[in-house]
């Protein structure tokens, strides 16, 4: 296609707002995805919950062997529950051998427990949460009325840590994800991965490690939706809110971990439009870290969800029972995490928006003055939605929805002022993460590359 007739194609999308690349409007509710969301079942969490109390602990270095008790008895418990959801879930562990060193006392073997859903292709969507437990001697609360300026002391691996928020909660979630989405019926375009980490309260080791291996190995992980903390909405300082949930994420404004955040607030606001998702441009809470950081450390999209209002009583203690999680709080936070889930899932890949070089492809064409958008198209799409907003802000302002097309021009809108993106949608309206164009960085002299002349000797 020529530039002048894309551009006067892009005109023609501006002048008739999009319409025209479509035989008829699809609505933005996909009414698969509403009865996925629905089947999320609170009886279903509290069972979950209830029984993982009943381990005692789930700390990774806890026995492996006692019946009923301990890590080697809840990760076999979830392992067959989840195994039992749907023959179509590939459930195996993701193990590993730890070494001696930091909180891990010994060397250990420690197993992730992943719950696969093959989709049409690789690129794999993650819903997590972590499995292990532990206590430190004070609990949390001691520890954040103290400053918390010295190491924690941890208990013995063998004494009570329940764990039922922490993180019985993303657990359960996980696990009623892993049975609502296999037992769907549904296509998914991505492959989806229901992950229970191990060895989180040892640094995060569980998820890293997995990340370090999908790294090496090249696994298109595009997206962890990371549960940590979410099934409580009473603050310990007496404060309730039931109806909202956080989501932290890695910046800078336009990261991939950025962008999976604001995908979660827009299509989770369409199923779930009671519950509020607070978006948080900070990694994590302040000097507190969990699982999706270490994704994010080897270059992975992930947000972490923590619940509305924290009780740090019941953290990281022998008082993290049922009686602190309210089962309805979490339900919709697992109803959060099934829209969100879902529409990515369903969607075609995001766009590319860089050349083989790694440059952004917008530029100022035709007239020097306009933004001039192109993308690579992405299986799957039959149409384009162009998003916008001023360089100062992180929402998304504004948004136009083109065609099969993989260009598009706004006559006289500078990009120097603006931030644009590019989201692929298939015909039944679902929508991909957005791909932002990054400005590149100052191709100005660095300090120490210019060329002097040596001075002359008087
Ligand atoms: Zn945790």
Redesign the pocket.
């Known amino acids: 296609m020529s530039r002048i007739a894309s551009t006067l194609l892009a005109l023609a999308f501006i002048t008739t707002g999009g319409r025209a690349a479509f035989a008829q409007l699809t609505p933005d509710q996909d009414p698969q995805i509403s009865r996925l969301v629905g089947e999320v079942s609170e009886e279903r969490l509290t069972d979950i919950l209830s029984k993982l109390e009943t381990f005692g602990t789930r700390n990774t270095m806890s026995s492996i062997d006692t019946p009923g008790r301990g890590i080697g008895a809840a990760r076999q418990w979830i392992f067959d529950t989840v195994k039992g959801y749907s023959p179509r879930l590939q459930v195996s562990y993701d193990t590993y051998r730890i070494a001696k060193q930091g909180r891990i006392t010994r060397d250990v073997e420690a197993r992730n427990i992943l719950a696969l859903l093959p989709g049409r292709s690789p690129r794999r969507i993650y819903v997590s949460?972590?499995y292990d437990?532990v206590a430190i001697v004070g609990g949390q609360r001691d520890r954040n009325s103290s400053g918390a300026q010295q190491p924690a002391t941890i208990a013995e691996p063998d004494a009570t840590a329940p764990?039922v928020n922490?993180?019985g909660s993303?657990v359960a979630l996980t696990m009623e994800l892993a049975r609502v989405f296999s037992q769907s019926g549904l296509e998914f375009d991505a492959t989806l991965v229901f992950m229970c980490h191990v060895a989180?309260?040892q640094g995060l080791m569980g998820a890293k490690l997995h990340a370090q291996k999908a790294r090496r190995e090249h696994i298109p992980i595009e997206a962890v939706l990371n549960n940590?903390?979410v099934g409580n909405d009473r603050g310990g300082n007496g404060i309730i809110d039931g109806a909202s949930i956080r989501v932290y994420s890695e910046g800078p404004e336009d990261s991939p971990s950025r962008e999976l955040a604001r995908y979660v607030q827009r299509w989770a606001g369409r199923y779930v439009p009671s519950h509020r998702v607070r978006l948080l441009s900070r990694p994590d809470r302040f000097g507190r870290s969990?699982?999706h950081t270490g994704y994010t450390q080897y270059g992975f999209a992930a947000v972490g969800f923590r619940e509305s209002r924290e009780n740090f009583t019941r953290?990281h203690d022998a008082r993290d029972t049922f009686e602190g999680v309210s089962p309805a709080y979490l339900a919709q936070n697992a109803r959060v995490n099934a829209a969100a889930a879902a529409s990515l899932a369903l969607a075609p890949p995001a766009p590319l928006v860089v050349n083989d070089k790694g440059q952004s492809t917008i530029n100022r064409a035709p007239s020097g003055y306009d933004a001039h958008l192109q993308w690579k198209a992405s299986p799957g799409a039959s149409a384009y939605r162009i998003f916008w907003r001023e360089a100062w802000g992180p929402d998304w302002q504004h948004e136009m929805l083109v065609g099969n097309t993989t260009e598009a021009t706004l006559p006289n809108t500078l990009i120097d002022d603006l931030v644009f993106g590019v989201a692929a949608v298939d015909a039944s309206g679902h929508e991909s993460l957005v791909s932002p164009y990054i400005a590149p960085r100052s191709t100005a002299v660095e300090p120490g590359d210019i060329k002097t002349v040596p001075q002359q000797q008087p």
């Open positions: 949460g972590h437990t764990g922490d993180d993303g989180e309260e940590d903390i969990g699982d953290q």
